[in-house]
């Protein structure tokens, strides 16, 4: 039944796509422009955002990019890699020391500011799920405010609008920020994926958030246990056809690591065969550590979708 559903589901994509591409109209990718910053997305683009963690307790990097100069090398090089968005955090996602606002925000809000200075085209994007700390760090120059805990803190969206921010809306299950899933359960988890991150992204426009900056996320690994991440995977072309751009954070998640009983450091061939299904069924923002091996699958997909001609074009034409 799991095997006929996921067949199922990715030849109704597949299928999708085929006729949105021979009809030159993209059908399946009606969400429109997105716009975030300075810059704009068409709807064919997939667009990645690149992971700066300014945390000495990084689940998957150590604190590599705590101190200020391992970031900003850390960033030079995503943006060269093919990032068009980098989202910085300050608070690690999983249990851990506590980290209060006054420290989250002396965490990102120097280092946002810099980043701006330095890259002034990039998209910035912080990922907190505190008004404060969303106030300040769009007063240094961020154009995103990436609100991973599903709305716990109803200001940040009208932090978002008062600034003109893009948000992100995710689904967590009703999860408090920093604790992981117990037993949770649901009757059916896209239904409430779709539910709580529509529900958020019309909240967002009603405050004045622009509809065009507004992203929603499934929420691997948050308030779900590995088959709900699985499923939510699979079932993805249910909230791109909501219209709301889609971003998906995969990048070393548990369930990846549950999947092929892997740890983090061996989860990249996983998290980028997950990538692959998420683009075909039309995901647009991808939230990862590796960069260029991101940018070469989406790519990759891209061009069997008919959507990017290859970088070149030698064979049988000699």
Known sequence: MWLRSCHASLTAGAAGRSEAVVNGTHEER??????????????????????????PDSFYDRGATFLDEPALTRVEQAVAEGAAIIDIGGVKAGPGEEVTAEEEARRTVGFVAEVRRRFPDVVISVDTWRHDVGEAVCEAGADVLNDAWGGVD????????????????????????????????????????????????????????????????????????????????????????TGWPVLVSLSNKDFVGETLDRPVKERVVGTLATTAVSSWLGARVYRVHEVAETRQVLDMVSSIAGERVPAVARRGLA
């Open 30 to 55: 009606s969400q429109g422009m997105l716009r975030l910053g300075r810059r704009e997305f068409a709807p064919h683009e997939r667009v990645i955002m690149a992971i700066v963690n300014r945390t």
């Open 154 to 241: 109803p200001r940040l969206a009208e932090v978002a609008a008062r600034h003109g921010a893009g948000l992100v809306c995710t689904h967590a299950g009703g999860a408090r920020p920093r604790t992981r899933p117990h037993r949770v359960a649901y009757d059916d988890v896209m239904a409430d994926i779709l539910d709580v991150t529509v529900g958020l992204a019309e909240r967002a426009v009603a405050l004045g958030v622009p509809r065009e900056s507004v992203m929603i996320d499934p929420g691997h690994d948050f308030g779900k246990n590995t088959r709900h991440s699985l499923e939510a995977t699979r079932r993805l072309g249910e909230m791109v056809a």
